[in-house]
């Protein structure tokens, strides 16, 4: 395809950038042939809004175009070389986008792994996804550091052949973390499920190796210093066996130099923190500041950094490897030592400047030697003088100062360097192994390529290996591309790659740098002006690689294959040569320590120093001098051998053998890369990416690839893919590679640009991006068709819906106007009726109301002329009586008018007296005085005052009265002027009569003003009352409004705490729900360790049976039975001993425990023969049984000790010292111990025989006969009158009746033991008080009277009911003999008890005569049996059987039961059911320890069952069918009645009588749990590798397979498996689930364990998917979620039809459901993101994010998710704080939910049951 059919209009590119290196841009317009320049446009940054700014690139010609970018659904793949353009931009990019926008850390460029340092913890190294990665082939996952780890340890263990995995990056890369998951990843799959040992110890060895390896640069905090290559071990089964550790290149100048803002070694300012600890005083150690090697970089603390915890840790390491505490102690003595070094003052002599020296009393020379254990004075003499040797003599020669000081700072390095190594083999000795090594896997963690600002030797090392591997690295690239060219059998050419050997030749070439460095290191006068003067002739203009700067002539230039780097020549030489002064190794090699001589002593071998000739500045000559670290020095003139090597040699020698050791394994490649130099997480710096992934070799992988076919695609993907671009004339059914060819050749018709191979086909660069194109523009059109199409139907479609919608309208319409006209000619008329009507009852009440109007009024009218006439005549009478009673009146006044008159004198003479009190009252008013009291009685004063108003408004009234009486008096003087003498008096009357007035108007105006004054006061006093009022009303108002606001809050806060106490109740309970389901699964987790504990102790049994009987052949003279049941290892030893004893001997060590063994005989013997005279066989009680018990035990003690004794006397050989002779002695002293406990039983019983003598006659008695009842009475039964039947039914009774009297008699001997051990303890008690302290005696003795009374008392009554008991066991023995006599008689074909049975019951009832011995073990472990009280019943319902036959039983009902036939022929759960009514029958035997046999028979029948098919399913569910039918069986007869509710009569007469095995339901709960779980895991096994490859591969629905682009893997690696599991299918999945299904429904398993079951199965198979699908990129897109969709809902379909479909069955489903939901989504805004939040319940926010970030279009029409959007779900997720507790990524596959036995009872009575005759053994049981 032509340049202008790719560059046109709106093509995308990308253009440089100084800022972000490359940025994206597209074509404004189309681009011609021989255009110069063009213009594009830049697209926006992050944050900026559109795209503006454009940018004209000039062009030479069409090789200066702009790399092209790939299609979206591209980008972000998992591998780098499945681009289809490959170039730095889109390397660049796609890194970019998966690890800011996806958080993806690690990317695959072909075989190199790219791992970005996130600076954040991230979930991903859990077990869980170790389980993920286990067995993958690589690239079936996504890209990880356990991807490259599996697939290194594959190829190991399929090829065996070794590998290699070689990590490189930058410093603060994450090399070393990278490093360590690898390993953990070797230890997990290497035979440990925890950190294996050599795992822990490499770890432990990480803080030492970064305390004495690492330091802080400018580019990073903890900066490893050194290389580094750890060989890790396998043994032939590839388990981990042992490790080794290989350092390169320790940065030794370090210790005695640092560039500014850079640190010395960590370990110096760890030990400096620690200075002021006292054990560390001895080192005189002071801050890090005050030590010069600590602080010439001016940087004395990291951020973040505390160097005493460091130390801590390093400490810690140092004792967890072994390093004892005196070496640790010398070990940072020699610390200290370099420090005070560092310190140590040479001065330059004042007379002669060619010498120096150092005084004797220097603090630090004192310090450092006194450290080391040297002689200061020595020291302090050899640091300023140098030995020369002649051929004659010995000169000492004066060093200059600088000299001096180079020597000084050569042994700091040196020292250094000597405890480096010795710690690392300090290391490699503690993950040493002794084992044979099968293969290793190396894990190379080395410093990456290295530029500062100023390079030196360091940086030149670490860049000539980065420049080895980096050969090493393209040639295996080339190597593997080649051979996959070969292998796919196409034609292909040399692909050219560029070689850094002309580089590599440069270095270490004859007359290269190294070697012309390590000959001027041997020239006596060399320098590194000298040499640098012979680099710039040997190789300027000679080498490309090789280049000088044009203003400095002390530097020179390498072209390495990451970059061009300066490296000044200052110092080379003196590093190279790394040469120590002899006198001084030689004082240290006399130290006193031996840690410190060991370091410098190299034994069996020869070492040379390297001294100058001459004296001062013109020494002339070098010679070497060697020595041997275990011989003295020859004489002077004795030759030495010259064996000394410089740094560079030795550097390149082990460079070498590493590489031979990489080129001898299977290299894998992990690139590290430092995103950002500010430790930012998930911030990307695109300028400093780039120049690592110069730098470690991805671009060159890159470019590898891109000179052949990088893009490679397997036929059928192919066919998918693209089958929209096909004709159909093209495709060829079942032959994908011809119909492949033959439409290549139609798209691509340059033959070049695509090979077809075997079974790829292989694409050059940008082909597929051509294919893509083409791609969407067919989707496009085709889209476009059926979107016209689909338009178009649409449009008629919705005319024709228009037409018939107005038809409808118009018809409504019409009718509705039709109804509305008649609506309105019937209201018309309505209306006019209703107005006639209206109008009459108007006028009508108006007429009304007029009329009554007119009456009233008329009413009215009449009433007042006749009340006017009336008053007429009543004002006459009234004016009559007025008269009369003003002319009385008239009379009065005249009389009263003298008798005032003479009133008013005496007022006047009161008035004139009341004056001057007034006058004596106001000048009291003014003072303070009255004021005070005016205030106090101001109420008072008030109603006084008011009074006095009161009396002054009546004299004004009288006043008035009087003016106008004088008035009529003048007109009385006027109008008679009758008498002069009358007038004169009435002026005078007159005057005084206005001078009154007058003063009673000052009067009331003063009192008018004390009454204003007054009022005032009152009315201020009433406001200043109101304020107080106003202003407690409205304080009264806010408390009101607070109150209210309060009562409020208060209700407010009270309905939210009820709520919040509801919701912290539900949550509490769903957390005790939860820790309740918790618990239930540890206690079944416990259950399973348990029975693998179990499994495990019975093979170590089996072995050691095996083990013993091989001994027994071989020994079968000296066998002989154990002293205990576990002596087996003492009988071992005694049979392979060598020494001899004799019995004399024997006799002499034990003469005490013979005496007492005769002793116990005789008292045995004695015992023996009166219990055996006195006892019959059919007559047993609790006493007996225990003394025949003790018999037993007594004689199986002599058999041993008789044994022991033989042994002891003809085979037994040990002495005193021997361990034979001690463990002899101690089971002696066993014995010894157990022979005092019989001893002690034997003398019980003797009491007990003596106080309670019996006869022959005589039973075990019940507590009372009335228990019997009137039913019971045996004297009452005529044997005449019996038949056959009854008299069975008669005997049975009868011992019914014996067993029932033992069970009493037992119960009262356990009340008496316990009533005993109650009175020993309080007298114990008493006792120990008395000894405490004084108590009171009497009391006490009171007490004990009493106490001792009431036993005397119950003795008396229990020895009277054991005589009454006696009297009717005996009178019951002779019917018994009655009735046996009478059945002897009977045929022998009746329906009788055979004699078989009969012996059979008799038998029972003696449970010692029928247990074997090796019960008696087996019983002791069992749950304690607990008697019942007896209750009548039936005897049906039972299987017979003899005791002693238990095992055989078993066989035939358990370990040879086919579960086949069983489920086809039988009833389910028939085994369970014929073993409860064997375990009814041992019930009603009423025997314990056959109750006991045949429960342990059960139990370990099962148990066997379980471990011989444990892989079986029909086996396991049938068994957990049955055992859970037993358990429930155990509930429903156990006579408890929350279990008997839904028993019929008939089954409740068949519980269990005598015993409660309430403490056995737990055992076989545990048993049915432990099936569960094994069944859980057959079907997890059966299912697993089903579940990816249905659930997620495979193409259930049709059509979508094409809309999924491929993986983009390109087979590159050799482990990957060509077999393909896609044939399994979601159909293949459902039909095993139900063949299983069916299996449980056969076995007649519980519905709800069945639930349980497939809840379970359902959970393992979500959890495996989604697991996959969140680590699987090409699983997250819209196609694919449908798929999964489809299959979920097959997966419910199935559960609804099997009827499964209960909540907790299908909500296991639910995070499934979810995903795939979320998948398909819109996701572009907040409400998207709201509802994905309230939508995705069952998956936590880690997984929500991560599925949003791993969503990849498949298309161009699909669009990628913003990292916009997923930040916003990811902060409402933690808003909200997700409802999901667990927070991992990853769901637990190995949960298991705790598993319940709901109580289920049958329907069927135990009598319907018969025993099929096809079962084996059925000879031995018997239905009664």
Not at 876 to 884: T, W, Y
Not at 1183 to 1206: D, S
Not at 1659 to 1664: G, L, N, R
Request: glycine share 4%; net charge neutral.
């Amino acid at each position: 395809m032509k340049v202008t059919e790719i560059y046109t209009k709106e093509t995308r590119v990308w253009v440089p950038d100084a800022e972000n290196v490359w940025r994206g841009a597209s074509l404004q317009s189309d681009y011609h042939e021989g255009d110069k320049e063009i213009m594009v446009l830049l697209e926006a940054l992050e944050g900026e809004l559109e795209d503006t700014e454009t940018k004209v690139i000039k062009l030479k010609n069409s090789s200066e175009l702009p790399p092209l970018r790939n299609p979206d659904i591209l980008v972000g793949e998992n591998d780098l070389t499945s681009l289809s353009y490959l170039h730095e931009p889109a390397v660049l990019h796609n890194l970019q986008i998966r690890f800011v926008e996806r958080n993806v850390i690690y990317t695959y460029c072909g075989i190199v792994l790219v791992a970005i340092n996130p600076y954040e913890e991230m979930s991903i190294y859990s077990d869980d996804f170790i389980q993920l990665y286990s067995g993958r082939n690589l690239g079936e996952m996504d890209p990880h550091i356990f991807a490259i780890a599996e697939e290194a340890f594959r190829q190991m263990s399929r090829d065996e052949r070794n590998q290699s995995i070689i990590v490189t990056g930058e410093s603060g890369a994450g090399k070393t973390v990278s490093a360590k998951y690898a390993m953990r990843y070797f230890a997990s799959v290497g035979g440990s499920l925890d950190e294996s040992t050599i795992e822990q110890k490499v770890l432990a060895s990480n803080p030492i190796m970064e305390a004495i390896g690492n330091a802080k640069t400018t580019r990073n905090d903890n900066s490893s210093r050194f290389g580094k290559y750890i060989q890790i071990g396998f043994n032939r089964r590839y388990h981990i066996i042992g490790a080794n550790m290989r350092t390169y290149l320790l940065e030794k100048s370090r210790v005695v130099s640092q560039a500014m803002e850079e640190r010395n070694y960590h370990i110096f300012y760890q030990l400096c923190s620690c200075a002021d600890y006292p054990q560390f005083q001895p080192l005189k150690l002071r801050p890090a500041s005050h030590f010069e090697y600590t602080r010439i970089g001016n940087c004395i603390e990291i951020d973040g950094v505390d160097d005493r915890q460091e130390f801590q840790e390093t400490v810690h390491a140092l004792t967890l490897l072994g390093v004892s505490s005196k070496h640790q102690s010398l070990v940072f003595r020699l610390l200290s030592s370099i420090l005070h070094l560092g310190n140590i003052d040479i001065e330059e002599s004042e007379n002669n400047s060619d010498s120096c020296f150092v005084k004797l009393d220097d603090e630090s020379l004192l310090a450092m030697c006194e450290l080391l254990g040297i002689e200061s004075q020595q020291m302090a003499h050899w640091f300023c003088n140098k030995k020369i040797t002649t051929m004659a003599e010995v000169l000492v020669s004066p060093l200059t100062y600088d000299q001096a000081m180079f020597a000084r700072d050569a042994l700091a390095k040196h020292m250094y360097a000597k405890l480096f190594e010795w710690l690392v083999m300090k290391v490699n000795n503690a993950l040493v192994s002794s084992a044979d090594e099968h293969s290793f896997i190396g894990v190379l963690d080395i410093y990456g390529f290295e530029t500062f600002e100023v390079n030196s030797f360091e940086q030149f090392c670490i860049n000539y290996a980065n420049e080895k591997l980096q050969q090493q690295f393209c040639q295996h690239v080339f190597k593997l591309e080649q051979e996959e060219y070969v292998r796919e059998e196409i034609e292909w050419k040399f692909i050219d790659f560029y070689d850094n050997q002309p580089c590599i030749a440069l270095i270490e070439n004859k007359l290269g740098i190294l070697d012309l460095l390590n000959d001027e290191c041997r020239m006596p006068r060399g320098s590194d002006q000298s040499w640098v003067q012979k680099l710039y002739d040997r190789h300027l203009k000679k080498s490309k690689h090789f280049d000088k700067s044009k203003l400095s002539n002390t530097s020179f230039f390498v072209v390495h294959f990451a970059d061009k780097v300066r490296y000044e020549m200052e110092g080379f030489l003196e590093k190279n040569r790394d040469t120590v002064r002899e006198e001084q190794l030689n004082i240290l090699k006399a130290s006193q320590f031996e840690l410190v001589s060991e370091l410098f002593m190299e034994k069996d071998q020869e070492k040379e120093v390297e001294v100058k000739a001459g004296v001062g500045r013109h020494g002339a000559m070098k010679a070497k001098v060697t020595h041997s670290t275990t011989k003295p020095l020859g004489p002077p003139g004795q030759k030495r051998k010259e064996t000394r090597r410089t740094v560079a040699s030795q550097f390149q020698d082990s460079l070498g053998k590493l590489m031979a050791t990489l080129n001898s394994t299977t290299p894998h490649y992990v690139r590290c890369v430092k995103p950002n130099d500010f430790k930012l997480s998930f911030t990307f710096d695109a300028k400093r990416a780039v120049q690592q992934l110069r730098a470690c070799g991805v671009l060159e992988t890159i470019r590898i690839s891109a000179a052949g076919y990088p893009s490679r695609w397997t036929y059928p993907e192919f066919y998918g893919r693209y089958r929209v671009l096909m004709k159909s004339n093209e495709i060829t059914k079942k032959n994908y590679r011809k119909t492949c060819e033959d439409v290549l050749a139609r798209l691509i018709p340059e033959p070049d640009k695509y090979q077809s191979g075997k079974t790829k086909i292989f694409f050059r660069a940008g082909q597929v991006a051509y294919l893509e194109k083409l791609r969407a523009d067919k989707l496009r059109i085709c889209a476009v068709l059926i979107q016209k199409s689909v338009r178009g139907w649409l449009q008629r479609t919705r005319y024709v819906r228009m037409q018939r919608a107005a038809v409808t309208i118009q018809r409504f319409a019409r009718g509705y106007q039709a109804r509305c006209l008649a609506k309105f000619l019937r209201r018309t008329h309505a209306a006019t009726v209703i107005q006639t009507q209206w109008r009459c009852y108007v006028k009508r009440q108006h007429f009304i109301k007029v009329r009554s109007a007119a009456i009233k009024i008329q009413s009215f009218t009449r009433g007042m002329f006749g009340r006017k006439y009336y008053m007429v005549v009543l004002r006459q009478a009234k004016a009559i009586l007025i008269q009369r009673y003003v002319r009385g009146y008239l009379a009065r006044v005249h009389y009263q008018r003298d008798l005032r008159s003479i009133i008013y004198l005496q007022c006047c003479v009161r008035r004139m007296r009341a004056k001057r009190e007034l006058k004596v009252l106001k000048i009291e008013a003014r003072s303070v005085d009255h004021f005070k009291k005016l205030n106090k009685g101001m109420e008072n004063k008030i109603m006084e005052l008011q009074r006095k108003l009161d009396v002054s408004v009546k004299e004004n009234h009288s006043l008035i009265a009087k003016s106008l009486e004088v008035g009529e008096l003048r007109r009385k003087v006027e109008a008679t002027r009758e008498n002069q003498s009358i007038i004169d008096k009435l002026q005078i009357r007159i005057t005084e009569l206005e001078t009154e007035v007058t003063e009673v108007r000052n009067l009331l105006s003063d009192s008018q003003a004390e009454t204003k004054i007054a009022l005032e006061s009152l009315e201020k006093e009433r406001y200043d009352k109101d304020e107080v009022i106003l202003g407690l009303q409205t304080e009264k108002d806010s408390l009101e409004g607070k109150n209210k606001s309060l009562e409020t809050e208060m209700q407010e806060n009270e309905t939210r705490i009820k709520k919040e106490c509801d919701e912290t109740i539900i949550t509490k309970c769903r957390h005790l729900e939860q820790e309740l389901e918790d618990e239930r699964s540890q206690h079944q987790a416990r259950i399973k360790d348990y029975n693998r504990l179990e499994q495990r102790y019975d093979n170590i049994k089996d072995e050691l049976e095996m083990m013993r009987n091989k001994d027994s052949s071989e020994n079968q003279e000296a066998s002989f039975s154990s002293l205990r049941p576990n002596s087996s290892d003492v009988e071992l030893m005694l049979l392979n001993g060598d020494a001899e004893v004799t019995g004399e001997e024997k006799k002499e060590q034990y003469p005490e425990l013979q005496e007492k063994i005769k002793m116990l005989e005789a008292e045995k013997s004695e015992l023996e023969q009166r219990i055996l005279s006195r006892v019959e066989v059919n007559v047993e009680y609790a006493g007996q049984v225990k003394a025949r018990e003790t018999l037993q035990q007594n004689q199986q003690l002599r058999n041993e000790i008789n044994n022991l004794r033989q042994l002891v006397g003809e085979k037994a050989a040990m002495t005193k010292d021997s361990d034979l002779y001690k463990e002899m002695v101690n089971q002696m002293e066993a014995m010894e111990e157990e022979l005092a406990i019989r001893r002690n039983e034997v003398i019980q019983l003797k009491s007990y025989l003596a106080k309670h003598p019996v006869t022959s006659e005589e039973k075990e008695t019940m507590t009372s006969a009335e228990l019997l009842g009137s039913r019971n009475r045996m004297e009452d039964i005529s044997i005449e009158k019996l038949d056959k039947n009854e008299l069975k039914a008669v005997l049975v009774k009868v011992y019914d009746h014996n067993r029932m009297l033992e069970a009493e008699l037992e119960a009262e001997k356990r009340n008496h033991e316990f009533e005993t051990g109650e009175l020993r303890e309080s007298i114990k008690h008493l006792t120990q008080k008395k000894q405490h302290g004084p108590f009171d005696v009497p009391s006490i003795e009171g007490n004990l009277q009493q106490e001792l009374s009431r036993l005397s008392n119950e003795n008396m009554e229990l020895l009277a009911r054991v005589e009454s008991m006696d009297k009717l066991n005996r009178k019951l023995k002779r019917q018994l003999k009655l009735y046996s006599r009478k059945l002897n008689t009977i045929d022998a074909h009746g329906n009788v008890i055979p004699p078989e049975s009969a012996s059979t019951i008799t038998s029972q009832t003696n449970p010692t005569l029928t247990l074997s011995q090796d019960d008696s073990t087996s019983v002791q472990s069992h749950p304690v049996l607990r008697h019942k009280d007896s209750v009548t019943g039936g005897a049906l319902g039972m299987v017979q059987y003899k005791a002693g036959d238990e095992a055989k039983i078993i066989q035939g009902l358990i370990l040879e039961l086919q579960p086949r036939g069983v489920a086809v022929n039988m009833i389910p759960g028939l085994p369970a059911y014929l073993l409860f009514k064997l375990l009814r029958f041992a019930d009603y035997s009423n025997d314990d320890k056959m109750i006991k046999q045949l429960l342990q028979h059960i139990i370990n029948g099962i148990k066997k069952v379980e471990k011989k098919h444990d892989k079986d399913f029909e086996y396991i569910s049938f068994w957990l069918a049955n055992t859970c039918r037993f358990l429930h069986n155990m509930k429903q007869y156990s006579g408890e009645e929350e279990f008997m509710r839904e028993s019929t009569e008939g089954q409740k007469r068949h519980c269990l009588r005598n015993f409660d095995l309430a403490e056995y339901r737990p055992v076989f709960s545990d048993i049915a749990v432990s099936l569960f779980q094994r069944l859980i895991l057959i079907v997890e096994h059966k299912i697993k590798p089903m579940i990816v490859p249905a659930m997620l591969e495979h193409d259930t629905i049709q059509g979508l397979s094409s809309s999924v682009k491929p993986s983009g893997m390109r087979g590159r690696s050799s482990s990957r498996d060509e077999t393909s599991d896609s044939h399994y299918t979601v159909e293949i999945m459902l039909k095993q689930l139900t063949v299983c299904h069916n299996c449980l429904l056969q076995h007649g398993t519980d519905p709800t364990l069945v639930t349980q079951i497939f809840r379970q199965v359902f959970y393992s198979i979500v959890a495996h998917t989604l697991n996959n699908q969140l680590v699987r990129k090409e699983l997250c897109n819209w196609s694919k979620a449908m798929q999964i969709r489809y299959n979920v809902s097959q997966l419910e379909e199935w559960i609804r039809k099997h009827n499964l479909g209960e909540s907790s069955v299908l909500s296991t489903l639910d995070p499934l459901v979810h995903a795939s939901q979320l998948l398909q989504v819109k996701k572009s805004t907040d409400g998207d993101a709201e509802e994905i939040c309230e939508m995705c319940t069952s998956l936590n926010s880690n997984q929500i994010v991560k599925l949003l970030q791993m969503i990849t279009p498949t298309n161009d029409y699909e669009e990628r998710v913003p990292v916009k959007f997923v930040k916003s779900v990811q902060a409402k997720l933690r808003n909200k704080k997700h409802q999901v507790a667990n927070d991992s990524l990853l769901l637990d596959t190995s949960r298991l939910f705790g598993v319940t036995f709901s109580y289920c009872p049958s329907s069927l009575a135990l009598e319907q049951i018969a025993i099929p005759d096809n079962l084996r053994y059925v000879a031995h049981i018997k239905a009664v």
